[in-house]
Each structure stands twice: as structure tokens, then as C-alpha cells.
């Protein structure tokens, strides 16, 4: 902040003479630096209080305003709510004489000498803000004391409960521990998170790349020569119970570099040149979010974010400078007069989407919605709630291996170590089955069958069934024995039809392992090229479906 000198000397001198002529001045024929010298001691020696009780109230509170922010205001923030002040230089100052007839407050406060404006360094770069300077200033902080609630402060108002509503999402330690044992087994890549869709008990795309990204971002996954690959942090967080691992991924989530802004639906971040703080939306939405159980309205919190902080994302309160475009009506989104299709649509997908899929908050119909303790006790830095009661795995006599929604992390991490994953469904355990392929990886990871084996009798608390510890030990002695696949069967009535297709270097690059003197297998991927052209040589081949 400048001192008076300082931000007189910025004034054209026909400005600074107006300003005399107002506090009774004659700077007629005076320089500049004369001028400059008279009016900051004159205006040093104003009771700024007394003074604002003088003035109209649009200026009174434009000025207050002024004060109660610390003595600046980026100034696309005080134009939008006190008007502008149009800028002139000496010979157009002279020809419309502005101060007689003021466009607004700020510019009536302007020729009073009580606004000025310059260029400020910020966390967020270089700002241009509308100040007073610090010997002005400093009367009004003397007498607003910091952390004064301002009259009239926006304030939300809670609503009566829905009569239905989804209860706290808590599987997005679920799902990012099937990430993380999905990458022990493959690596993940961008290109494979499609395939595990099946797995997931919540496909979100949003919601899977913002998991993906925390892990990375809390060390978790590591990158790999085929994907990530989980690292050894991601061991002590499977460990954890469930509220210190939702603590974790909120508190990774707070600071993270996923751009909420890019994945608000209906919204396309696009261009270079710009850059949004999603930090500080989240903790704009943070700050202003109830310290209760109570249910409250969306838009009302929307709503009050808008009149309290609006611009909590664009501290210098320019609205133009972005490339967002609405995807409805593929249009560029600019202008204040807009904040609702941008701050709005990320601030209602801030709470519906990473606050929901993190068990921090409840949603009802009508936009209502509400804060968990889960949520409160983090708003609060106290603990988390203590772990709750594991249930173990159950191993079964068909070697597949249950492991219920409650069971411990690690263990189900483990337990996809040495089975292969079936697809899961809401309400019911996770499903993995010992297999040869899965017992095959399980030693290339130095984890051998006796290991295996022990692993699952203690995790399940209980013997192997007899079935099970057989298969397990016969793959040990024997390796592979049988196989299931799935293969397209040719039939043919004649023995010497099969003979002449398996013979004919243009048919026989199609089939497979013959099955007798009528029968041959044909690959899935090959038998449209086999049709084709076992037609070229006059046998027709129908298709049979089972049905």
C-alpha cells in the first residue's frame, strides 16, 4: 500500500488541482510536487471517520467497503459493486470536467481524493486494485476491529430434512483399493482403466481419475514401465480402517492439483493463457459450508458463496480473461453477469461430486444436502472415529474367495495378489477365484503355493476347505492341466469337406484344433475371414446361435 505522496504523484496535476479546490486549496500555478506536498499534508489531518458520516451513501459505503477489506479492492471487484471512473487525459479532464457530474461512487471519491488505483504483486500474479492510501487507512483500521462480522452478513438458513436421501458415500476406499491391486497385477494405464468398469463398485469416470490422481499425488502409485504401479505407502494406508483412510484422501484432496473447474460438467476448460487456484475454490467452498448436521439447500449456499466471496476463483475480479465454454451452446462464458454457469456449476459439482464420492457429505432431493460427522470432525482437525469390525474373507470348497465390503484392505489387496478378480455387485462380497493363471503370477511374485495357502487359513481365521488346499497343491506337483476357452466350432456333414478346408493353405490359416472327423475349432476373431472365404470356394457356412 502507498502512502498519500505516493499515490497523489500518480494524479494528472489538473486532478490534483480539482482535488484542492476541494478541501479549499489554491494550487493555481503551482508544480506538481508543490501540489503533491499541499494535499497530502491537508488530507493526513482529515477525521476519515467524521468524513464518511458527510458523504451520500452510495460513496459512504463504497468507502466503508474500502476499509473493511484492509484499504484495497481489486478493481474489477469495487467497479462491479461501486461503479467505475473513467480516465481521462489532461485535455479531455479539461474540455468534460467529470467531478462536476460523477458516473458513480468510485468516482466521486476519486476527485475527493480518497480513491486511487495502481498495480499490486499477488500470490496470483500482477492485480490492479483501487486502495486508500496508508495513511488514511489507517484511521478506519483503528477503528473497524479485524474479524468483525459486517452488518447484514449473509447468513444460511437451514431447511426441514428430505424425505429420502442417499446415505454418505464411503466405497471410495473400496474402489481405489481394486485400483491399487489392479495395478499390482497389470500396471495402470489411461488406456485400461475402461476394462475395469466391472470391478468398480461406483464408474465414474470423473470420480476414478480424481482417485487415480490422489494415489499418485499421496505416493501410492508410482509410475512403472507398464502403468503405475502401486509403492510402499499404499501399504500403510491398506492398513488403516476406513475413517483414517477417507481422512486421507480428504485431506490429499484439499491440496490436490486435480482441477475441479475442468470436470465440472457442462463446462470445457480449453486455451492457454490463463489458470485457475482450485485450492482456493475449495477452500472458498470450505469457508462457508455450516459447522452442523442440518440439512440445507444447494443453490442458498451457491447463493450466499455469490454475495459474500464471489470472487473467490478470480481475485482480480475480471471475468473476460478466461476460455470456458459452455457445452450446451458451445459459447464462451464471460462476464460477471455469468458467475452462475461457472463459480455456480463448480461449486454445486464440488459438493455433489468429490465432497459425495468422499463420504463428506449427504444428498437429498430438491438440492438438499448435508455435512456427515466424518466431515465435520475434518472441518474441526479432530481425529477420525476409530476403525470399525472386520469381517474376515471365506474361502470356498470351488476355490473362489469372498471377501465382504467390510473386510480389512489388505487383506482383499492380498488376496487379489494370488486370485483373479470377478466383476462386484452392491450388496454383495467381492468375489476372486484361484485359478492356474493367478496362481502362476503368485510365484513370479516369489509367493508359492504352501504361502498361499497359509495366507488364506489365517486371513479367513478358519481350515481351507479339503477341495481347495487339493487344487492348490495338484497345481503345485502338475502345473497347468486343463484350460477353458472360448472357441467357434465348424461342423460339417461330410468327413471330406473338414479334410479339404484343413488342407487348403487359403482355409487352413483359420482353423484351429480338429475335434474328431466332423469338427474343428475356429478362433472368435477368425471366423468372419473363414466365411468369406470358404464362400470364394463354393461352400456356404451358416451361423447357428444358441437361444
Known sequence: M???????????LITLRVIGEWWELDLTGADKVACVKALAATLAQLDMLAESSYLPPEEASALLALAAAGGQIPLGTFSRQHGEVRLMGPGRLEREEPWFDPVSAAEALWYRGFLYRAFDETSDGLVEFYYLPT???????????????????????????????????????????TLLAFAQRRGLAPGRQAALAPYLLTHHPGRVELLVTLAVEMQHLRPGDDGLKPARPA????????EAQLRDLAAAWRTSAWNDLCHTPGLACEGSGWANDPLAARQALLNHLPRNEQWYHLSELIALVKEADPDFQRPDGNYDTWYVRDLASEAFITGFSNWDLVEGRLLRYLVQGPLSWLGLV?????????????ALAWLADQPPAGAGVEVPPVVQPDASVLVPHNANRYQRFQVARICDARPVSLGKPYTYQLSPSSLAYAR???INPDRVLQFLEKASGRPIPASTRRAVERWAENGREAQLQQVIILRVRDGDI???????????????ERLGDLAVTVLPNNWQELQNVAAQLGLLLDIVSES
Not at 2 to 12: G, M, N, V, W, Y
Not at 143 to 171: C, F, K, Q
Not at 235 to 242: H, S
Not at 362 to 372: H, I, K, P, V
Open 2 to 12: 502507498r502512502t498519500l505522496e505516493q499515490a497523489l504523484f500518480d494524479h494528472e
Open 498 to 512: 473338414l479334410d479339404k478346408l484343413v488342407a487348403n493353405p487359403k482355409t487352413r490359416p483359420y482353423l484351429g
Open 235 to 242: 501399504v500403510d494406508w491398506l492398513q488403516k480402517g476406513r
Open 362 to 374: 449427504e444428498t437429498g432431493d430438491a438440492e438438499r444436502f448435508r455435512l456427515t460427522p466424518r
Open 135 to 177: 495513511e488514511l487507512n489507517a484511521q478506519f483500521a483503528a477503528a473497524i476491529p479485524a474479524g468483525d462480522t459486517p452488518a447484514g452478513a449473509p447468513t444460511l438458513e437451514a431447511v426441514t430434512p428430505p424425505d429420502s436421501y442417499l446415505a454418505s458415500d464411503l466405497t471410495a476406499v473400496d474402489d481405489l483399493t
Open 444 to 446: 513370479e511374485q516369489g
